[in-house]
């Protein structure tokens, strides 16, 4: 869980477009995934599922083993790319996406961007667990403050609960296909049961992730993290990061909703007679 939390708090190019266009051109929603981070988030996931399932702490590694193998096989980055830009195609215009392309070409964007990076270190992601560990943050009032309002502004944090309970639900459909076969509980039934239940969830994670990017963000100035709450406060920013969240929900549901298949195809191979 540590792992993909790590994960869900990394959320956080330069070709001129036609005024004239009705949609994006799709070469130019590519170079603002990359822009964002989005695509280091997206190739990330089977990552972390990876890393759970090879933890020395996973008391039932040997039973979910086949589980995690399916999950990760189906949370396939490079067709979660696909339809994450085929979504926000639908979903963003040529201004917006000219605003957006204008702050991700900037100077301090460049900072965050490579704030990001250095946060997927090995180094970085173990000093991000120990903050974990400790839950403590060795921030100022005005610090917390300043990171408080980019997770605002960037809908981190319903972004992150909205994968969690994706996650949540892929993982238990899996699951009952394992435990109970023929009576398992469907994508859709676990994923609105999670989702009515996830108000609780939300202050906890709101730390979890408030702790990461405290360490993420250390090397980004107090200044820079004004600018770009300049940018995200603004019709497009808004705008984006609406599409962003709706997007990557969209993304990871509709593989997500595939692993009871994924698994049931996995146990017919497996029983299936050697000719």
């Known amino acids: ?18 005024a004239q266009q009705a949609t994006p051109d799709p070469a130019q929603i590519q170079k603002l995934i990359e822009a964002t981070g989005l695509q280091n988030q997206i190739q990330q996931i089977p990552e972390a599922l990876r890393q759970t399932a090879e933890s020395p702490n996973n008391p039932a590694s040997g039973l979910i083993s ?3 193998t399916s ?19 639908k979903r963003l215009d040529v201004p917006t996406l000219l ?20 946060a997927t270190r090995p180094e970085a992601i173990e000093k991000m667990s120990a903050v974990l560990l400790s839950q403590t943050a060795n921030i100022s009032e005005q610090r917390k403050a300043l990171l ?16 969690v309970v ?19 509980q469907s994508f859709q039934q676990l994923h ?36 770009f709450l300049a940018f995200a406060n603004t019709p497009s920013g808004k705008k984006l990061f609406t599409a962003v969240r709706a997007s990557l929900d969209h993304t990871v549901q509709t593989v997500a909703q595939r692993v009871p298949q994924a698994m049931q195809a996995k146990a017919a191979h497996t029983i299936q007679p050697k000719p």
């Open 1 to 18: 869980m540590r792992a993909l939390l790590i994960v869900i708090a990394l959320l956080l190019p330069s070709t001129i477009l036609h």
């Open 66 to 68: 086949p589980l995690i």
């Open 71 to 89: 999950l990760i096989d189906v949370f396939d980055p490079k067709e979660m790319l696909a339809i994450l830009s085929a979504d926000l195609i």
């Open 99 to 118: 605003d957006s392309m204008k702050w991700y070409t900037s100077s301090n964007a460049r900072i965050m961007l490579e704030a990001q990076t250095q």
């Open 148 to 163: 408080q309002q980019m997770s605002t502004a960037t809908q981190a944090n319903d972004i992150a609960l909205d994968m």
């Open 166 to 184: 994706n996650l949540q639900a892929a993982f238990m459909s899996g699951l009952g296909v394992i435990i109970a076969p023929n009576k398992p």
């Open 192 to 227: 609105a049961s999670f989702d009515s239940s996830k108000a609780p969830m939300r202050e906890q994670l709101s730390k979890q992730l408030l702790l990461q990017q405290s360490v993420a963000m250390e090397s980004v100035s107090d200044d820079t993290i004004k600018e």
